[in-house]
């Protein structure tokens, strides 16, 4: 259900919390009746004491103690419990901000007259709630008033968005209005790991965020230390490796992700050490050029399409850590084989970066910092589904999504697993990588995960 957005809404809280307590005071005073009487019988046989005034001062102490205990739960309920008093505050809290919001902006007119002002125009804006989803949905007009642009435009959006931490989904317009719906919950948006669910083409993330690999071909995870960019790659692998075989891992720093070498189903498709890291890109390459000469055959013939039109299986490089990699490699010496072949890796990997997606040889790349010192631009222009664990640095912020005027704020301060996603040039979201369980165990989530695509 719609709810219409007040000017008085700024102070809804405050109005509820005073009507609220009045309610309590009258059934306070209500349940004392017997020792009101008692007391007026006493004072009309000329009976005096201080403590007739007990049953008042218990009253107010009573009253006062419930309006501490309201405001506490206002404050703190919401923000670790799921159910219809939490929502019901959310409710409140997040109504009187969009009234403030409305206000604060000046996007409402008053007019004076003898006896004071009186509000002419509050914009007729609409909220409803979907808790199950973490949605928000607000109706804003699109009038012909004076503010209509201010809302047609968005502007009103990227407040609510900073204003209530949420990510701006999608606007439609209709007549006289448009809806907007907001993601203000992200954690409602996170997938199990062990419910991912992988189809041709599309790798799930979160709710309602997908990696379409036809049509956001490469992806960049970055991140600080610690942040979950490991993590996420395991939900993304795993999910790959029920769609294909042609899954290689490489992981310079030997960490987690090397430790797959030691699955049998993965022999020969997880490298760490440079030279074999070197040598997996430069076969992924020849294979990737293999494919497209044989595309190339049969498009000389007029068949036209696309990899996966021609039955090819998609090819994924799973690369994390990759700054650590160009560091080891720059500090190879000039002129040995190491470094020459390392040198060629890297422009390989500018040229599947580039080529690769018609072919289906995709890459993905972690590291935690992405410039333009680790991370050519030429690699990094065609990473086009962007991932940055955690809350980016203003300059990591530019490198990763150059083009929003979004505010990032921390999603969690004691889970990790969170970060902000862009598809393409669609808006930036917040997110939660799938939930990885605490028993987990790599290597036989990856065989089981195997054993579905051989299965299927
Ligand atoms: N999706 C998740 N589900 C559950 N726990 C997570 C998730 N993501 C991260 N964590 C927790 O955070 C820790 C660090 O995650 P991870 O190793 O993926 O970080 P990283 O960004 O790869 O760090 P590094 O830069 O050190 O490689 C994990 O050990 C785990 O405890
Ligand atoms: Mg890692």
């Known amino acids: 259900m719609f709810k219409t957005i007040k000017y008085s809404d700024q102070y809804l809280a405050k109005t509820l919390f005073k009507r609220t307590l009045l309610f309590i005071l009258f059934l306070v005073t209500i349940c004392f009746g017997f020792w009101y009487l008692n007391i007026f019988q006493a004072l009309m046989q000329g009976?005096?004491?201080?403590?007739?005034?007990?049953?008042?001062v218990l009253s107010i102490?009573?009253?006062?103690?419930f309006g501490w205990g309201l405001y506490w739960l206002y404050k703190r309920y919401p923000v670790n419990h799921d159910n219809k008093l939490a929502h019901y505050f959310?409710?409140?809290?997040?109504?009187?901000?969009?009234?403030?919001?409305?206000?604060?902006?000046?996007?409402?007119?008053?007019?004076?007259?003898?006896?004071g002002t009186f509000v002419k125009y509050f914009p007729k804006i609409r909220i409803k709630f979907l808790f199950k989803t973490g949605q928000v949905l607000l109706e804003e007009p699109v009038d012909g008033q004076k503010y209509m642009q201010q809302f047609s435009k968005g502007e009103f959006d990227t407040a609510v968005e900073i204003a209530l931490l949420a990510d701006k989904q999608t606007t439609e317009f209709a007549?006289?209005?448009?809806?907007?719906?907001?993601?203000?919950?992200?954690?409602?948006?996170?997938?199990?790991?062990?419910?991912?669910?992988?189809?041709?083409?599309?790798?799930?993330?979160?709710?309602?965020?997908?990696?379409?690999?036809?049509?956001?071909?490469?992806?960049?995870?970055?991140?600080?230390?610690?942040?979950?960019?490991?993590?996420?790659?395991?939900?993304?692998?795993?999910?790959?490796?029920?769609?294909?075989?042609?899954?290689?891992?490489?992981?310079?720093?030997?960490?987690?992700?090397?430790?797959?070498k030691h699955l049998p189903e993965l022999e020969g498709h997880v490298f760490s050490d440079v030279n074999d890291i070197t040598k997996c890109v430069a076969d992924y390459y020849d294979k990737m050029m293999k494919r497209a000469?044989?595309?190339?055959?049969?498009?000389?013939?007029?068949?036209?399409?696309?990899?996966?039109?021609?039955?090819?299986a998609p090819s994924f490089l799973i690369f994390d850590e990759f700054g650590a990699f160009t560091e080891?490699?720059?500090?190879?010496?000039?002129?040995?084989?190491?470094?020459?072949?390392f040198d060629l890796a890297m422009s390989k990997m500018s040229q599947i970066a580039m080529l690769g997606r018609e072919l289906g040889?995709?890459?993905?790349?972690?590291?935690?910092?992405?410039?333009?010192?680790?991370?050519?631009?030429?690699?990094?222009?065609q990473l086009n589904l962007r991932i940055n664990m955690g809350v980016p640095t203003p300059e990591v912020k530019r490198m990763m999504f150059p083009d929003t005027q979004k505010e990032f704020h921390p999603l969690s301060n004691d889970l990790k697993g969170w970060g902000f996603i862009q598809s393409g040039n669609e808006e930036v979201r917040s997110f939660f990588a799938p939930e990885i369980p605490k028993d987990f165990n790599l290597h036989d989530y990856m065989r089981e995960q195997i054993s579905k695509r051989e299965v299927g």
């Open 61 to 65: 102490l009573l009253t006062g103690l």
């Open 175 to 260: 007549k006289n209005k448009m809806t907007s719906t907001f993601a203000f919950e992200p954690i409602k948006f996170r997938r199990k790991l062990l419910e991912l669910e992988a189809r041709k083409g599309v790798l799930q993330v979160a709710k309602g965020i997908d990696w379409k690999f036809d049509k956001f071909y490469n992806a960049l995870i970055a991140g600080n230390v610690g942040t979950g960019k490991s993590y996420t790659m395991f939900s993304i692998i795993g999910q790959l490796l029920t769609l294909t075989k042609y899954v290689d891992i490489l992981d310079p720093k030997n960490s987690d992700l090397a430790s797959l």
């Open 293 to 312: 000469e044989i595309m190339e055959r049969k498009k000389s013939k007029g068949v036209i399409g696309s990899y996966f039109d021609f039955n090819f």
């Open 47 to 56: 009976q005096y004491g201080w403590w007739y005034l007990s049953p008042i």
């Open 328 to 341: 080891m490699g720059d500090s190879l010496p000039y002129g040995s084989d190491e470094r020459t072949n």
């Open 90 to 115: 959310t409710a409140i809290e997040l109504r009187q901000l969009i009234s403030l919001l409305v206000i604060s902006k000046g996007y409402f007119e008053t007019a004076s007259y003898e006896n």
């Open 361 to 381: 040889f995709y890459i993905l790349i972690g590291m935690q910092r992405p410039g333009t010192d680790s991370l050519p631009t030429s690699i990094r222009n």
